[in-house]
């Protein structure tokens, strides 16, 4: 070959640039890592004034999701719809209180629906979607509707409850004037004056663990008031009156009294504890040798007391 043709060809070859080689990575450092996410728990409370907005729930690849309900699923094969355009979920599973989603893989960003039907009439709608960051383990799903509430939710309940309480007080607040007016009533309704009687009667029986004492008789206005004492003596059950009926006896003839009013305070009578009845009825006429008998029916129970003999 002639000098100048080498000459030539190494000038060329020195003009290439030779590939670089891919610079080491600077010591301390690695591929940034995926953001890891956050199991979360929280609560969702479904209220008149939210009950329009749809609630999102954050849902990730085998991750299970558990939603509680303090208002049992509706008992229907339909309680429980899933709203997902890329089958994204294994089959939803479910008890009487409780829904547990486990996706197969994240949503997109379309996500998907949840529908579920309580026993109370209620129908609740929830968004499905992904994030990067979280993911909800555990959601407590509380009702706490008074508008719209079906009556016997738990909160129409509540209200129903309120309006009562409010309604006793006021009753209670009342309740020495309208007696005293009552009794200005029963003055003015006399066409003469009668005496006001009281007396004492101390008898005293045991019956079905229960220790009954007929206190005092009052009478005025026409109407007589006795008064019982009663101690429960069963260690397990409580003992409620529910209602009371007069009879007057004797001289070969019964006679039913009708009972104006029955009040026991307090209302129950715990284990070993004591109240106080007053049973009032218009007074009857009575003959000779007849005597008055008393019967105090328990609520739901059958521990009935019935004094005989009260001659009166």
């Known amino acids: 070959m002639r000098p100048e043709v080498l000459a030539l060809a190494l000038s060329q070859a020195i003009a290439v640039p030779l590939p670089k ?3 080491p990575p600077l010591p301390g450092t690695s591929e940034p890592a995926p953001a890891r996410r956050s199991p979360v728990q929280r609560t969702i409370s479904i209220t008149d004034e939210n009950l329009s907005t749809v609630p999102e729930i954050h849902v990730a690849a085998d991750w299970p999701t558990t939603l509680v309900f303090a208002t049992p699923l509706a008992k229907d094969s339909q309680a429980v719809m899933l709203a997902q355009p890329g089958h994204e979920f294994a089959p939803p599973k479910f008890t009487d ?3 547990i989603l486990i996706p197969r ?16 009439g209620n129908i609740l709608t929830f968004k499905l979607s992904t994030v990067p960051n979280e993911v909800d383990i555990r959601i407590d799903v509380e009702l706490k509707l008074t508008k719209r509430a079906t009556p ?7 209200t129903t409850l309120a309006q009562l309480r409010s309604q006793i007080d006021e009753c209670q607040a009342t309740a020495g004037t309208a007696g005293v007016s009552k009794i200005g009533a029963l003055v003015l309704a006399e066409k003469a004056p009668e005496a006001v009687e009281l007396r004492k009667i101390g008898k005293t029986d045991k019956q079905s663990r229960m220790l009954v004492s007929a206190r005092y008789e009052y009478r005025l206005f026409g109407y007589t008031f006795l008064v019982f004492e009663m101690q429960n ?18 001289a070969g003839q019964k006679q039913d009294v009708q009972v104006a009013s029955a009040a026991m305070d307090p209302p129950a009578i715990e284990p070993d504890a004591i109240a106080r009845i007053v049973v009032a009825f218009k007074t009857p006429q009575q003959q000779l040798g007849q005597g008055f008998a008393v019967t105090l029916k328990e609520k739901n129970g059958s521990r009935h007391i019935q004094l005989d003999n009260l001659h009166l």
């Open 21 to 23: 080689e891919p610079s």
């Open 97 to 99: 209180t409780s829904v």
């Open 105 to 120: 893989r994240d949503l997109l960003s379309g996500g998907a629906a949840l529908t579920v039907s309580l026993s109370d």
């Open 152 to 158: 016997d939710s738990p909160e129409a309940l509540k």
């Open 233 to 250: 003596r069963d260690d397990s059950k409580i003992w409620e009156l529910d209602t009371a009926s007069v009879s007057l006896e004797g």
